[in-house]
Structures are given as structure tokens and as C-alpha cells.
């Protein structure tokens, strides 16, 4: 039996990625489930999920059969005026997310993102560092998934 992300059509798929559609990945073998049968895990704009369970996707959005799953996700952030104002910064971070999905249940990816180090605005103008923590929120029953451990480290 072939692994799912070998029965899905690579020039399709590379197809809707670069077309940013964010119709979510199926990632199991055979016909589309109904979305009662299923979970979808979405990321926001500045992420993208690179692993399910170990195996290389990139994308925003996921279908996932129920379960325990392992995601990890690689953010891009961009500091805004109330983090220093810093235009042309970046914050690269890798998270890993381990979580079990629930059946007919739609799940997103939020992060924040704290200053850790004021600098002095004389000498730098700009805040030092940043941390970046992730948190699963289930857009079904409207709450964080408590259970969902996360690790976000920079990268």
C-alpha cells in the first residue's frame, strides 16, 4: 500500500500551493471523507505546516483523520509598531504541535508574540528579541485545546 502523500497527485498539489488556495490537504489515502468524518487543522497567513505525523507537506491547511497527530510548523513574523516598528526584522521560529483531533472538529493554529528584551530606543531602536508560543484553538467548541502540547523554538 502506498503512503498517502504518495497517492496524491504531485502536480496537482504543487498547483493549488502556488496558487495559495487554501482548500485543506487531505492526508490519508482513498476518496474525500465528509467533513463530519474528519478534522481540518488551519495556520495563519505568515506559517505554513512543513510535517504531519513525520511526512513532508507544505501547506496552510490540513484534513486529517481523527487522532493523535504531530504537526510541525515553520512562522515568518514581522514585528509591528507596538513590538518596535522594525520594518525590515524578521522572526523565524519551528514549532511542533502534538495534539489528537476529534472527529467533524475544525482547529487553528494562533501564536503570539512577546518582546522579550527592551533595548535601549537611544542606542538600537528596536526591541532585542521576541518569543514566540503557539496555542491550538478549536473552532468547533470555540476553545483552546488544552491537551495540544506545543514547543516553538527559533529558527
Keep these: 500500500m502506498r503512503a498517502w502523500h504518495d497517492s496524491i497527485g504531485g502536480p496537482l498539489v504543487s498547483t493549488l500551493l502556488l496558487a495559495g488556495c487554501q482548500t485543506p490537504l487531505q492526508t490519508y489515502a482513498g476518496p474525500g471523507l465528509p467533513p463530519s468524518d474528519v478534522a481540518v487543522l488551519s495556520v495563519p497567513g505568515s506559517a ?7 511526512q513532508p ?5 490540513l484534513e486529517l483523520l ?3 497527530h504531530v504537526a510541525q510548523v515553520r512562522f515568518q513574523e514581522i514585528p509591528d509598531e507596538v ?3 522594525l520594518r525590515d526584522y524578521r522572526i523565524y ?10 472527529r467533524g472538529h ?11 528584551v527592551e ?3 537611544a542606542v ?4 532585542s528579541s521576541f518569543e514566540l508560543h503557539a496555542h491550538i484553538a478549536d473552532e468547533t467548541t470555540e476553545s483552546v485545546l488544552e491537551s495540544a502540547k506545543t514547543a516553538c523554538r527559533a529558527d
Excluded: M
Design 48 to 54: 505554513s505546516i512543513q510535517q504531519i505525523d513525520g
Design 57 to 61: 507537506v507544505r501547506t496552510r491547511a
Design 66 to 68: 481523527p487522532g493523535s
Design 83 to 85: 513590538h518596535g516598528g
Design 93 to 102: 521560529a519551528l514549532c511542533e504541535i502534538d495534539f489528537v483531533a476529534e
Design 106 to 116: 475544525t482547529y487553528r493554529l494562533e501564536r503570539t508574540l512577546t518582546p522579550s
Design 119 to 121: 533595548v535601549s530606543r
Design 124 to 127: 538600537h531602536e528596536r526591541v
